[in-house]
């Protein structure tokens, strides 16, 4: 991952923001800002400290205010609103597409709401609510309802008057969809074939018939699922009569790829994705606390187990310098067999029917690697402390801890998935616990059997 | 990440044929194998261990193993390789496209490669070596060549003429590109205009002038953050002198999204997300053990630290009990600012102009949660060996350990960038070896200062 011209460039477009907000250049910074496109200046906003911030969102032109609401980290967003008056809220609220002014509309003062379903179109009110009826993460809180339907019993040419009466079509059109007379979804059209065919076919003839809609109640993960299998870049969206209700298009489910990519790095280590990196120290702490919170019960917990063999450490110190060794060593294997798991799960790889097989393949994996570093450890050991019985001790311990943790890290995750838990939050903290419990029980309960 | 229905149908096909795999019945299995879209074969070879992956791949519909083989990760596609005929690599190379060939050339033998490039025709031949001299990483890697040009000084009838003529349009095409007689890119016609724009119009008037193509050598991330900046679904390619080479499509994009996404959480634990989860078990623990060795030079700096204080170890055998607390406390801080900055970096949020803002708020979050836990360790501490003296060691040296540890998760990702090393890959090592080496320095050193 080394700097590519993206982040340069990004990096450079930061560092003349920064210094042209420092030495005051206003206008600079004005212009500077609102040549960029929504979702740069919605980048560029969330690199930026809390008052540099202030600064640059007041100077963006009021006619991008929605756009770049909708591209913001929620954290972000939030803030944005709360520096902003009602009219021009209502103002960005009403230049959105549908789908992006449903993911909005819950940040916005119920003064706000009110306003912008009141200054909207009666079927524009019904589709914003029909968005609004499905949760964010399915199909139906995705799509948008910009669709462009024809009827079957038309010829193309037909269509293609319509078509050039209209005038312009919805961004990223690749198809109409056909309907009868009550909705119902019976096909795509393609514009491709609009522009290939013999104009004088009709649309029933020539329509795509055997595509799947989407139904509305469909998980946005499953979505993106069928539009990376299927290469699509819209697909039609039904409800449980087979009516159509809207479409979704690819740029949001790649956001939904981003997301739940962000989602699994940054619940590994406690962290939420759709937090602002310049939070006010005092939120940052404390949801960063919390975490530390639920670690610290692990330490404690590891520390416990060391407590029981205090008298053994008093008699042979070598041992407090070396069970560390045992510990992380085991962490580390755990949390690659851990990551492979987990990413496997998200993926679909994995999952109950082939579990028992990577169990057997992480157990071996993790003993044969336990060999091979117990070796090295022994030998370490045995020339540093000129005492053989410890490379014996360390080595078992090391080997049953590498074992050990294969163990926890391919069945933590599956475990907690069962649990309704979500495995990429929760799985790191109870691998540690086990890797460090199991490491110090063993390597100081064999030293305590054994030595003395 | 609750389990979804996709996962669960995933997980529910992957069972029955386990389940037909292991009673032997081929009919069903070979049925099921070719029912499925060529993206969804390759998806469950990856979830199969190697033996019922070999039987599955013989039972694949010929036609359908090109595209298999462009979908499946790099080494299991090896492995197919490996086990296919000559004449069957070859027809399987044939059917595919452009870039998806120029991906899985490398891998497949001399004799195939030399019998694809003769039965080509020498237009295609021409524009395979186009492809093939631009590293996969770049625009020029990821483009096809399948455009489809007009000149501007035609009407749009003439266009749509000549459209009915041709008969069909590669897959995702929604931009004509308009390209002067020495194939100098000039601009965008949309599908959509030509079917809404009055005929009589000359593509010259009608297309767009402003779009700026996409240079053969940017990079492959940079592209897929242009893509995601400006919604785009295909983009030109064009070389120095602005000549059209081919195009790139949002399928493509996604996929070097996710992979960009899969290699930065696999990075962190020392995996490879090419990698076959089902890879021989040596092979695996080969790759796995070098990740160990690193991180076992790691856990004996950490141990040579606490050997230097071993006599204070021997006197108050307390501080053994409680060092691993310092240690990992500060472990688990320090990877929360090193998972947010790397992932920072990666999203082009963070970088040297903002860096000393990022690292100033980290030390703040790192200095008040040092405080709070320091605090309770304190307490905890002192309760369990009834000596307050230790609480306030402890206290200290966890504060100390955890600025320490935001300093590092800070500080080492870009130190590793302006390396030219992955930060993904290399920070955690370095960043352990940071928390364990000032955890425990601090604490048995504060220790033997004051205790003894």
Redesign the interface.
Known sequence: ???????EK???R??S??EALESGRLVTIRRMVNEL?A??IA?LL????PSERELVWEMVEPDKDGDILSYVNDDVRAKLIHQMETDELVAAAESLDTDDLADILQDLPDMVIHEVLQSMSEQDRFRLEAVLSYPEDTAGGLMNIDTVTVRPNVTIDVV?RY??L????P????YLYVVNRNDKFLGLLS??D??????GLMVGQVMIHDFEPIPAN??A??VA???????L?TAPVVDDDGRLLGRIT??D??DV??EE??????S????DEEDD??AP??V??RR??I???I??I???I??WV??LF?AT??KV??L??????V???GG??G??T???VI????????????AK??LT?EL??GG??GL??AL??AV?STL?FGNYMIGVIIAAAMLINLVAAALAGATIPLFM?RM?I???LSSSVVL?TVT?VVGFFAFLGLATVVLL
């Open positions: 991952m080394a700097e590519t011209q993206e982040q990004s990096q450079t930061l560092q923001f920064a496109h979702a740069e980048h969330e690199s930026l400290p293609l078509l050039r209209r005038g312009q079509l961004e990223m059109t690749d514009l491709a609009i522009v290939t065919k013999d104009p469909m998980s993960r499953e699922g069928l539009f990376e299998r299927r290469d870049i690819i740029d489910v790649v790829i981003r990519a962000e989602h699994s790095i940054m590994m280590a406690g962290l990196i310049f120290v005092v940052s702490s960063r606390g975490w530390l919170g670690n610290l692990t330490a404690l590891a520390s060391i407590g205090d450490i008093e110190v070598a407090a310098v070396l069970m560390p060794i510990a992380s060593m580390i294997a949390s690659q851990l990551t492979l990413r496997g799960m998200a993926l679909g790889h994995i999952g109950s029917a082939n097989r990577i393949k071996a994996v044969l690697n091979l570093w090295v450890v370490v540093w998935r309704g979500d495995p990429a540690t460090d």
